[in-house]
């Protein structure tokens, strides 16, 4: 079965800020090759998106909705519902991202 997944707007964001950052910092070739992977990464969701594990700081406080994948340094928080994916968040995960997952994902 193949699941639909759509980008959520915060994580449409995340996507143009990580492109707009790597291209200003290195180079529009770079950064055109990153936003190629961190798109490909999402759209494996399609096949197999139980494929995640739930991040730690949400499953520290008992939340079990979301799942996150990688494409390193990058995390890709995701939620699972009937046949649907909504990726929402591209994160830099060389961060503490505790604050930043529970104010964007339980809003």
Do not use: W
């Not at 290195?26 to 399609?46: C, F, G, H, I, W």
């Not at 949400?58 to 079990?64: N, T």
Request: proline fraction near 4%; charged fraction near 35%.
């Amino acid at each position: 079965m193949k699941f639909s997944v759509s980008l959520v707007i915060d994580a449409e964001r995340d996507i143009r800020d990580i492109y707009r950052y790597a291209a200003r910092k290195d180079s529009e070739e770079k950064a055109y090759r990153l936003l190629y992977n961190l798109e490909k990464t999402v759209m494996s969701l399609e096949t197999m998106p139980l494929k995640g594990h739930f991040p730690p700081e949400l499953e520290r406080i008992g939340v079990f909705e979301f799942r996150e994948i990688f494409f390193k340094p990058y995390r890709i928080i995701y939620q699972v519902v009937k046949s649907r994916v909504y990726v929402h968040c591209v994160l830099d995960g060389r961060g503490d991202l505790q604050d930043l997952l529970q104010e964007r994902l339980l809003r």
